[in-house]
């Protein structure tokens, strides 16, 4: 089955604009998270969505903000962008119900949406 | 503050030798740690888990291990292959691992030489 597609796979912004980056679960999967990797730092979870709820959220601020439509597609989107914002922006999605471990935390992630902000 | 931390950035080994990753945490309350790997211009792929409640599991030439009282685990390749070159995560989570809010590590850069 088809995995995690993420629209666009690259962009290029400048300071203060906003960006809105798209995502597709796979097929049944009812919970999308989005994390942020920059250089150095990990992959950093920026929130968690299940059933069009948003269910976590990391340590962001308010301008990244997300959200899932009935058919588990979800959005993020950044708002006045900064410099500090370029980054790869990755989406992951799982069942949601139903698994036990060991496959309960198993994250099935797409290729990222490179975003550059100049 | 870094929950999660992988100390080396970097690790080379020989194709067919073992290859020995590490971890620590600092948060006692997770109970579900996962290992991931990542090419470059791709996303992360699961490799394998460990629950808090056992200290060892094994799947394939993956091996992962979980000493709770040190707040550190180990993934062991055995053998290393060429394709195996690659960024290593570890990952942590609470819930037992239904959620999918993870702390991952900084990652480590593995090269397998031919």
């Known amino acids: 089955k088809a995995g995690v597609t993420q629209t666009p796979r690259y962009l290029i912004k400048t300071r203060g604009q906003q960006v809105t980056l798209s995502c597709s679960p796979i097929?049944?999967?009812?919970?999308v998270s989005w994390y942020q990797q920059t250089p150095g730092q990990g992959l950093q979870f920026l929130f968690e969505?299940?059933?069009?709820?948003?269910?976590n959220k990391g340590n962001f601020p308010g301008r990244f903000s997300g959200r899932q439509f009935s058919n588990s597609r979800s959005e993020m989107n950044v708002s006045t962008l900064e410099l500090g914002d370029s980054a790869l922006y990755l989406c992951?999605?799982?069942?949601?119900?139903?698994?036990?471990?060991?496959?309960?935390?198993?994250?099935?992630f797409g290729e990222g949406s490179r975003l550059t902000v100049l | 503050d870094q929950q999660v931390k992988q100390n080396s950035p970097s690790l080379s080994v020989q194709e067919g030798r073992i290859s020995i990753l590490n971890c620590d945490y600092t948060n006692s309350m997770f109970d579900y740690f996962l290992w991931y790997k990542k090419y470059p211009a791709e996303g992360p792929t699961f490799l394998i888990s460990i629950s808090s409640i056992k200290d060892k599991n094994e799947d394939g030439r993956f091996t992962v291990f979980l000493n709770k009282s040190a707040k550190h685990l180990s993934l062991h390749i055995v053998p290393s292959q060429p394709g195996g070159s690659a960024v290593y995560f570890c990952?942590?989570?609470?819930?037992?691992?239904?959620?999918?809010?993870?702390?991952f590590g900084q990652g480590t850069t593995l090269q397998v030489k031919p």
């Open positions: 990952a942590a989570s609470l819930n037992s691992g239904n959620t999918g809010k993870l702390i």
């Open positions: 969505y299940f059933s069009e709820t948003q269910r």
């Open positions: 992951a999605s799982r069942p949601g119900t139903g698994l036990s471990p060991p496959r309960a935390g198993e994250l099935f």
């Open positions: 097929s049944g999967h009812r919970s």
